[in-house]
């Protein structure tokens, strides 16, 4: 590991291993611990800095030369204990880095008797490196202050008492008691209660998500009003949050492809920075008998401003804020590369069911005949669909709710495997079913037909209502025997997303103009689909590897290609795509795993923020190596042509570091927040 792969690790969760009490404890006993890096290094150099000013009174005032010597060797101990070890492990390693040339360049100063320069750049050095920790800390920081998010202690319930536990106790089963005003300590089930919980951290939802009997609730989500009980589906170390924590501490790890270019780049740089120093130390001299001591001085100024600290650094510190500033926002990069890859998209590819869509069938269209209204024809289709288990009738049930419609009581129900179901209600026999079926009894109404057609046009199932006019007798009305009136239909379909248009609309505005839609089901409904949200290109009818096939055919004819997918069939084209998204379902262990890119709340209208994150981390990216290179070659310029003293050297180098690393912290950490804040108040003005 090089001295800068160290210095990156003051950007990662180095402190976290990822399960949660594990990491927990280890980071309380970090923070206590006084003799880390992070605490020593900063009062090392006000030691270093007093040291120097010491040395320059004693030699101004004529004091003695112990005194000068010890200030001296206490600035150069204290300035380079830490760079003279990360320099020693890299020797160890067969590897030479930007601390050895700094720490080299520190003694030939002082070889020449000029302690004064070495010791300066040494607390230049020092400096930037705190600077840097400092820094890139506040993207650490954000990831790192999600453990605050875990309560301490929980209330279990044993029988009729509760009995305070640590989290780490929690048991899968163990029932929660959560209180107003609590977080909730693991992923769980609500047993029992109502409530609102302020899901933000997790899934990004701004407004508080109602929870009730059946619903699920994540570890580190704020309870509000209400009292819960929440059976735990996870200990604490495996809940969404915890997979979070990790998966984001991974991520930092991952490098970027710039980035691992520019550590095999940094390590035959300094090599050759190193050999070109040690020629321009000994040809001069020989040459043009210049003197070796002034000459053996430049060489030195020459190694420290030719260091590429800057260009090395940018990068990481680049793309771990744009990680963290993800992060907070719930777009989970899986890395670096995936970062990077993520602005070089031509084209997404989108499964529809739980992508585009909710993924569960809805009632969208009540149509009744002139003499219902819309409610009536509704009740009375939930209530024979009451006794159903068909998939559709939760659909029909739960639009009756939605509408404060409550369905009677049912007698003689029966059900016909493929054509539909039939119940007596309020003395009078009523058919469900399809409209092939229930065309035998009485042809459709011509007003029907025309709605029917117009509603399949548009990819939905349609359900028909018939009910028997002078009949008790199901058999009776199923052979035609009796007169059944039509009471109108239904129209059920997997309801596109709200937010799915606009979302489609933000992507394209982003720069990505190629969409697709996969999805294995039929054209018709396919094309109805992608017709509502602004997509052009389908592919229907597909199998999990057909969409794969896809990804890659697509791939080699447009680009680098996107998947949107749930994580779970589409997990082919996932892994076929240069970037995978999965939506998280908030956090669900397949879209965890099997994705590069996670929407941890399932909302489409993040991927335009990826996208934009994307990009604009690579243009800081960018700016930063183009800003590291200009300085060193002015830098290096200023050597030759106005013989550039060693400390406005040591100055300019260790500045441009300092700059680089702040400006991806400004620009990648803190300007999305504030943009995100300035959406929230306008939003809030507007309405």
Not at 505 to 524: F, M, P, Y
Request: aromatic share 6%; proline share 3%; net charge negative.
């Amino acid at each position: 590991m090089s001295s800068y792969e160290r210095r990156k690790a003051t950007i990662n969760m180095g402190v976290l291993t990822g399960a949660f009490n594990q990491s927990k404890k280890q980071d309380e006993s970090y923070e206590r611990h006084w003799l880390t890096k992070e605490w020593l290094e900063p009062r090392l150099v006000v030691v270093t800095l007093i040291a120097i000013i010491v040395s320059l009174i004693a030699e101004r005032s004529g004091a003695a030369a112990w005194l000068i010597h010890a200030a001296n060797i206490t600035a150069y101990v204290a300035g380079g204990i830490f760079g003279t070890k990360a320099a020693l492990e890299g020797l160890r390693e067969r590897q030479i880095d930007v601390d050895m040339l700094m720490i080299l360049a520190a003694l030939g100063a002082a070889s020449v008797n000029q302690w004064h320069e070495g010791a300066i750049l040494l607390f230049l050095f020092s400096l930037s490196n705190v600077l840097q920790t400092y820094a890139i800390g506040r993207s650490r920081q954000a990831i790192k202050s999600l453990l605050k998010l875990y309560p301490e202690q929980a209330r279990v319930k044993d029988g009729a008492t509760t009995k305070i536990v640590h989290i780490d106790q929690i048991r899968v089963g163990d029932v929660v008691l959560i209180q107003p005003g609590e977080r909730i300590p693991v992923d769980g089930i609500v047993r029992d209660g109502r409530s609102a919980v302020d899901q933000a951290p997790i899934t990004g939802e701004s407004i508080p998500v109602e929870k009730n009997p059946g619903d699920t609730v994540f570890a580190g989500t704020l309870n509000q009003r209400g009292v819960l009980d929440i059976e735990a589906t996870q200990t604490a170390a495996n809940t969404t949050l915890a997979r979070i924590i990790q998966m984001v501490e991974e991520a930092q790890d991952s490098k970027a492809p710039i980035e691992r270019r520019l550590d095999i780049f940094e390590q035959y740089y300094a090599m050759f920075i190193i050999g070109a120093v040690a020629l321009f130390i000994v040809v001069p001299p020989l040459l043009m008998a210049v003197d070796f001591q002034d000459n053996f001085y430049r060489a030195m100024v020459l190694m420290t401003v030719a260091s590429p600290c800057a260009l090395v650094i940018s990068t990481p510190a680049s793309f771990i804020s744009a990680i963290a500033a993800g992060a907070r926002r719930g777009v989970l990069f899986k890395g670096g590369a995936y970062l990077e890859a993520m602005a070089g998209v031509q084209a997404i590819a989108f499964d529809k069911t739980g992508t585009l869509t909710i993924g569960k069938p809805s009632v969208t269209d009540v149509i009744s005949c002139s003499e219902l209204s819309d409610d009536e024809l509704l009740s009375v289709a939930a209530t024979v669909e009451s006794r159903s288990e068909h998939p559709l009738a939760k659909a029909v049930l739960e639009a009756a709710t939605a509408r404060g419609v409550t369905p009677g009581t049912v007698d003689d129900f029966e059900a016909m495997t493929g054509r539909g179901i039939a119940a007596k209600v309020d003395g009078r026999v009523v058919h469900l079913g399809s409209i092939g079926y229930l065309e035998r009894l009485n042809p459709i109404p011509e007003h029907l037909a025309a709605e029917r057609v117009r509603l399949e046009n548009e990819g939905k199932t349609v359900i028909g209502v018939i009910r028997a006019n002078n009949c008790d007798d199901c058999a009776a009305c199923i052979l035609g025997v009796s007169d059944c009136d039509w009471m109108g239909i239904l129209a059920i379909a997997d309801r596109v997303r709200p937010e799915a248009k606009n979302a489609i609309a933000q992507i394209k505005a982003s720069g990505v103009q190629h969409l697709a839609l996969l999805t294995g089901d039929n054209e018709r409904v396919a094309r109805a689909i992608a017709h509502e949200v602004g997509i052009e290109t389908v592919y229907a009818g597909l199998m999990p590897e057909d969409k794969a096939k896809i990804v890659q055919q697509w791939s080699e004819e447009v680009g680098m290609v996107a998947m949107v997918g749930d994580g779970v069939n589409d997990a082919p084209a996932l892994a076929t795509a240069a970037v995978g998204i999965a939506m998280g379902a908030a956090g669900t262990d397949v879209a965890l795993e099997t994705a590069d890119l996670v929407l941890m709340g399932d909302r489409l209208e993040l991927i335009a923020y990826a996208l934009q994150m994307s990009k604009k981390a690579r243009r800081v990216v960018l700016q930063n190596i183009a800003f590291s290179i200009a300085v060193i070659l002015v830098l290096i310029a200023g050597v030759f042509v106005v013989r550039l003293p060693l400390p406005v050297g040591v100055l300019g180098h260790e500045g441009s570091t300092v700059i680089v690393v702040l400006n991806g912290l400004i620009t990648l950490l803190l300007w999305p927040e504030l943009q995100h804040r300035r959406g929230q108040h306008d939003s809030r003005i507007s309405s």
